[in-house]
């Protein structure tokens, strides 16, 4: 087993990401059947890891042996509580075993991976990620000028945009998210090249020709932290003094120059339109509060005698606005009113018995006698919790904790990491993936996309704590 899980083994399972994306897609679209391609190669991929980390390379360094004791913490627990659904519930075993997977993919894979670069220290370049992009984004560009692609938005007649040939537009654009930074960072690292422009522009497109608010928003936070990042680093080492390896002058025109192309294009994109579509109204009572009150108030106006006066009927002083949002709640309407369905199984949650406070709700939840749901609130910190209880959530969040503990104690003993931009790139990818887990969902629950913050993981704990 440990021949089939060298480096190269992983490395082909990691480029066959967006492959496995696609026939997911076209099993989904095309067949009826309870898994798919994608479905069957990372569970297996899951349990490769689970088995290898266990029972294949046993490094005995103090955190490997915690990770170790994690991961059978987390196996113990899955098969109590399969066997407390089938002995408890009357549900069906496969929705649940489907929904295990999905969800304890991220902590099984990042503890697996994590002891496998212990052995075979893992090479994980910005070049290499942003080819994974250009992956995605080159199927999305394809099937979009050729006219093959299927919607963002399926369900809704007023969603604009496209996904390619991909299935899922929340997971695929919270993978273009995710890497983005990667991508912005190797054209500005590197010596231009077609390759490196194709990529970005790929990138910007897909941001926002998608249509959707993940890639888009994930967009704006990477250009936007970097420059925020590259201002204050230039301050503070022109103050103390210090020298450093960046080029401002270089990052700052390649930051702009991006910028500008991306709001050039933003005002004609899909996103731009459902953004006004969903959120215009919320948006002209911002600028109405903050403008204030205006001097000239109809009501108190003196009128002009010769001045024509024109009525308007009440149905045409409102835009179009989008009757599914909640234009009275911004957090509501921003979040797509996921607090909603968050604060009923919240109520569900409080009413549990104390053995389902422990091993979590399951993943179908009887909403009312008869009638049960296996629809997530898709914020997936409040999933994780709800439908695998305390002891679910300690395990779950067991190995990142400890390991993003461990990266934050070696950048505290070394200060200058912060000036390496690679690092800088990682931390960026990182806490935007966890921000839209924790907003959006569908990142740390969803196998595809999980991955890529378990590479970013991988990747700083290199730098940071190896030093490589």
């Known amino acids: 087993m440990s021949n089939i899980l060298e480096k190269k083994f992983f490395y082909l399972f990691i480029i066959l990401q967006p492959i496995l994306d696609l026939l997911t897609s076209f099993m989904s679209r095309n067949m009826d059947l309870p898994l798919t391609i994608g479905i069957i190669a990372r569970s297996?991929?899951?349990?490769?890891?689970?088995?290898?980390?266990?029972?294949?390379?046993?490094?005995?360094?103090?955190?490997?042996?915690?990770?170790?004791?994690?991961?059978?913490?987390?196996?113990?627990?899955?098969?109590?509580?399969?066997?407390?659904?089938?002995?408890?519930?009357?549900?069906?075993?496969?929705?649940?075993?489907?929904?295990?997977?999905?969800?304890?993919?991220?902590?099984?894979?990042l503890t697996g991976v994590f002891i496998l670069n212990e052995k075979d220290s893992l090479e994980i370049s910005n070049n290499f990620l942003m080819y994974l992009l250009l992956g995605y984004t080159g199927v999305i560009f394809i099937a979009t000028?050729?006219?093959?692609?299927?919607?963002?938005?399926?369900?809704?007649?007023?969603?604009?945009?496209?996904?390619?040939?991909?299935?899922?537009?929340?997971?695929?654009?919270?993978?273009?998210?995710?890497?983005?930074?990667?991508?912005?960072?190797?054209?500005?690292?590197?010596k231009l090249n077609i390759v490196n422009i194709i990529s970005i522009i790929l990138c910007i497109l897909s941001s926002l020709y998608m249509g959707t608010k993940v890639p888009f928003i994930g967009f704006i936070g990477s250009l936007g932290i970097l420059m925020v990042y590259i201002i204050f680093t230039y301050i503070f080492t022109k103050i103390k003094k210090i020298s450093t390896s960046l080029n401002y002058k270089k990052i700052s025109i390649y930051v702009i120059t991006i910028g500008i192309v991306f709001c050039g294009l933003f005002y004609k994109s899909?996103?731009?339109?459902?953004?006004?579509?969903?959120?215009?109204?919320?948006?002209?009572?911002?600028?109405?509060?903050?403008?204030?009150?205006?001097?000239?108030?109809?009501?108190?106006?003196?009128?002009?005698?010769?001045?024509?006066v024109v009525v308007v009927e009440p149905e045409e002083q409102e835009p179009e606005i989008n009757m599914h949002i909640n234009q009275d709640d911004l957090v509501g309407s921003l979040l797509s009113n996921r607090t909603a369905v968050a604060e009923e199984i919240k109520n569900i949650y409080k009413k549990s018995s104390i053995v389902e406070k422990l091993v979590g709700l399951g993943h179908v939840i009887e909403i009312k006698l008869g009638i049960s749901t296996d629809k997530t609130i898709e914020m997936d910190q409040l999933d994780i919790f709800y439908r695998h209880g305390i002891v679910g959530t300690i395990l779950y969040f067991g190995q990142l904790i400890m390991l993003i503990g461990v990266i934050i104690k070696s950048l505290f003993r070394n200060a200058r990491y912060l000036l390496d931009l690679d690092i800088i790139t990682c931390m960026i990818a990182i806490f935007l993936g966890i921000a839209i887990a924790f907003s959006s969902g569908h990142v740390l629950t969803a196998p595809a996309v999980s991955i890529f913050i378990i590479l970013s993981i991988i990747k700083l704990y290199n730098k940071v704590v190896e030093g490589n």
Do not use: C
């Not at 995710?178 to 500005?188: A, E, R, V």
């Not at 109405?288 to 009128?303: L, R, S, V, Y």
């Open 270 to 308: 899909p996103v731009y339109k459902n953004l006004m579509f969903n959120y215009g109204h919320i948006v002209h009572k911002i600028v109405q509060f903050i403008e204030g009150p205006k001097d000239e108030n109809p009501a108190t106006k003196p009128m002009d005698p010769n001045e024509e």
């Open 44 to 109: 297996l991929f899951m349990v490769y890891m689970f088995m290898y980390a266990l029972f294949v390379y046993r490094p005995q360094g103090r955190i490997y042996k915690y990770s170790r004791w994690i991961l059978i913490g987390i196996g113990v627990y899955i098969i109590t509580f399969l066997g407390y659904t089938l002995l408890s519930k009357d549900t069906s075993i496969i929705t649940e075993i489907k929904g295990v997977i999905k969800l304890f993919y991220f902590p099984i894979v």
């Open 145 to 190: 000028i050729t006219g093959t692609y299927f919607r963002s938005y399926n369900e809704y007649l007023y969603g604009l945009g496209t996904v390619g040939w991909f299935f899922a537009a929340n997971e695929i654009g919270s993978i273009i998210a995710i890497l983005t930074p990667f991508t912005i960072i190797n054209i500005i690292e590197n």
